[in-house]
């Protein structure tokens, strides 16, 4: 193992594709040779034969692939109806030790296989909250042609104060420094309105605080129209509204590309038309594919995490553990510690600190 | 005029295409003679000839075209930063004047030109609440192919409570029943997950209240996700996450149409699928134009009003129109009364009235 390797705990566990495709999405990434992956999953799944696909035989606990180990847990929380429970009373459930492993410096990062609120509940519980973050939040790159922009949060909170957006405003934009190396990414505040007095009383109240923030470049309030204007790199909400955000943005975008696709069998002269412009479709349906993006990003604990989408399959995963390596190597822990202090911006260990939310 | 003949009340001024063309769509709606519109505009510029499109000559205020009065009203505060303050310090304004109208009953129904915080201001200032209505709403019919649905609200009040959200279901059902003839619409709570648990507070003990209300077809929680799957013909919300969800919407199926544009010209092969294709994209376009639903109602006052985009030519506008008086002959505002008071959903005169919300 070379000095710089790193090592990310991976959850098999809750992913649509089912674990051997999760162990096969390591496999991938380790491959390079820059990464390696501590598996947590039911290896007797995990090490069954994929008849059809390549020669695997079944294993135990051990190594699975170069530069993946595989660790026997079979136990899975992701479909848990109350996530922080099931990571309190299933120590031994594959999220909770793949998490464990990150708590411990066993490993570096935490890449979950697909239940946004067990990684989170447990991330919470045993890695716990960067020093100076109220709350962590789960941040997704948007994946628009061109022009990406990170979202958060995307539902870690569905609550928020004021002080909170601010500190989610210097945690996105550590991220696109860090991980996406942009220079002074642009960060907003979603409201209802671009004026500063549009939106509840609270986004009023970040608005005036992200105005006077230090070292934060603020583009001021916008709407959603923004998802295709590029006029942001960051775009801060409570996560609430930005979970609705994704979610109407997703369906928007399935309907219209469905609606398309029935358009162009509609007649046979648009079905002509439709096999012409297909590989020019397909360039658009890739700039657009979520799993180029990685998933959720899970910023202000004191590791980060990654939880890719629940329907990724290898690929989408394989990016995710990809994208956690690249934000350990870039620091964007540290980064985000130093913008806050710089900004003024940490939590003072005198100020309450909320309950756990409820992901 | 007909003795079931109804006046619709225009405001010329705040659309995009400016007050000639709005009077044209109120010329166009009132050709079929069953509805007559009063406009209130700046004469000067609606009488103004528009060489090359049709002879107008320079008039007064008096007769435009059949069914169409023109009342003059040149000062417009449509684009006011504080509708609020403007509607009270401006009563000579074109909105106030509409709004009077129709308070007085010399109009049944109001349609405005194209600013909706005007047109809510002086709504509640003049026409006022509906007996027992805590909040007016806008409510915009979401144009998707084959299964359009209503989104309530969606600006109106930022911040709610659950009680308001009961309402605002009701307001929604009684709309599509009276409006679109739809029997029993499934009505839904939007959310960040389906589960009854899910949301802010207020948001699941709106669900609680919404799951136990008498007279409801209730679909549970909907994400937003919603937008394309048919599940629910009302959604309710907050204006604040209503607001945002049917602007990511549009910005959506813009960026989408714009990069599918793209690609259909990004190479000889794709231009000429392009062409080929065209008609039937073309056939989903009109699906989904936004002209075609009329705009955002104003429920919850003791008349219907209809804010068309204020991007509207003359046939959205029209549409409004059209719509208005088919909200009027189904007496929405007597149905919403019978359902609220059937599900002892009114507000009691004892209970304190909120503020009025800025728009």
New interface residues.
Partial sequence: MAADQLTIALDANGADAGPAEVARAAALAAAGGEVRVRVFGPVAEIGRPDAGRDSRTPRGAGSFAPGVELVDAPVSIAKA?DPARAVRSTPASSIVQAVRAVADGRADALVSGGSTGAALAAGLFHVKRARGVHRPALAVLVP??GRPFLLLDC?AN??VRPEHLVQFAHMGAAFMEAVIGLERPRVAL????T?A?????D?QAAHAALAGAAGLTFAGNV???????GEADVIV?D???G??????????????????RE??T??A??K??????????A??RD??DPEAQGGAFLLGLRRLGVVPHGSFGPNGIARAIELAARGVRADVIGRTHDRLAAAGALRRPSEAVATVP?P
Avoid: Q, Y
């Fill in positions: 109806a628009v042609p539902g569905v609550e979603l409201s209802n309105g004026e007095n549009k939106g509840t009383e986004v709407e959603g129209f923004a998802v295709g204007t909400t996560g609430f509204t979970n609705v955000f994704l979610k109407v943005m997703e369906g928007t975008a399935d309907t219209l590309l469905r609606a398309v358009a162009a509609s007649s002269r648009a002509a038309g439709g096999l012409l412009l297909r590989p020019a479709l360039g658009l700039a657009i409820d």
